[in-house]
């Protein structure tokens, strides 16, 4: 157990809604990343926060967005899906912004049909 | 993040030593060598990391040349649960994510 919890699980929606994936850091932790993993992609970087403010963007599509609260858990909105969207969406966190090990959560498998 | 060659699959026997090589022969200074892996679809799990001397952890030993071109991480004693992706990562440690590649396959026969 990583200590970043993901939730929910599993997510099956159909093309065009929006869906909000939930991520909680470890404990102490006040960096998060977003990642994207697609059969064909490998695992793609999408956008980090450090303590509620975002500090680098990756390949994140416009439709995608995210933020971090105050108390640290941050969340991914996926709108306007597609069904390329259907993929692995990993949560890691980080005690700082970079030079630390990162540790993902479980994931969230997003169907999209 | 500098990029990293590692081969595709490799095979070891349970109970071996396996050893993963990676080589990262435009590495700059400032970066750091780090291992994750990744079993079936689960989160990446981190390994060990290191900037120029070697480093061990519970799980591994990463060893880095001296030249800092080219890394392997060994897995001690290998089981069926070791079993995965393995991705060597060469990184500054900025704040823009880790750049994960293809990685190796590495696949404990029993």
């Known amino acids: 157990d990583s200590g970043v919890t993901q939730t929910p699980k599993h997510l099956i929606t159909a093309t065009g809604q929006r869906v909000t994936l939930r991520c909680s850091p470890r404990?102490?932790?006040?960096?998060v990343y977003w990642y994207q993993q697609s059969l064909d992609q490998g695992l793609q970087f999408l956008i980090q926060?450090?303590?509620?403010?975002?500090?680098a963007k990756g390949n994140i599509l416009e439709r995608f967005s995210a933020q971090q609260f105050p108390d640290l858990h941050s969340e991914l909105n996926l709108s306007s899906l597609e069904l390329g969207d259907s993929a692995l969406y990993f949560c890691?966190?980080?005690?700082?912004?970079?030079?630390?090990?990162?540790?993902f959560g479980q994931g969230t498998r997003l169907t999209v049909v | 993040d500098a990029k990293t060659t590692q081969p595709t699959s490799m095979d070891c026997a349970e109970g071996r030593a396996a050893n993963l090589p990676c080589n990262h022969s435009?590495?700059?200074?400032?970066?750091?060598v780090y291992w994750y892996r990744q079993i079936h679809s689960q989160g990446p799990q981190y390994i060990i990391h290191?900037?120029?001397n070697n480093e061990t952890n519970e799980m591994a030993s990463l060893i880095i040349t001296e030249d800092r071109k080219s890394s392997t991480l060994i897995l001690p004693h290998a089981t069926l649960r070791d079993t995965a992706v393995y991705y060597c990562?060469?990184?500054?440690?900025?704040?823009?994510?880790?750049?994960f590649g293809k990685g190796t396959h590495l696949i404990i026969q029993p």
């Open positions: 890691a966190s980080s005690v700082g912004q970079g030079r630390t090990e990162a540790f």
């Open positions: 404990s102490g932790d006040l960096s």
């Open positions: 926060y450090y303590n509620g403010e975002e500090r």
């Open positions: 435009t590495i700059s200074g400032n970066e750091y």
């Open positions: 290191g900037l120029k």
């Open positions: 990562i060469a990184s500054g440690g900025g704040a823009d994510g880790l750049t």
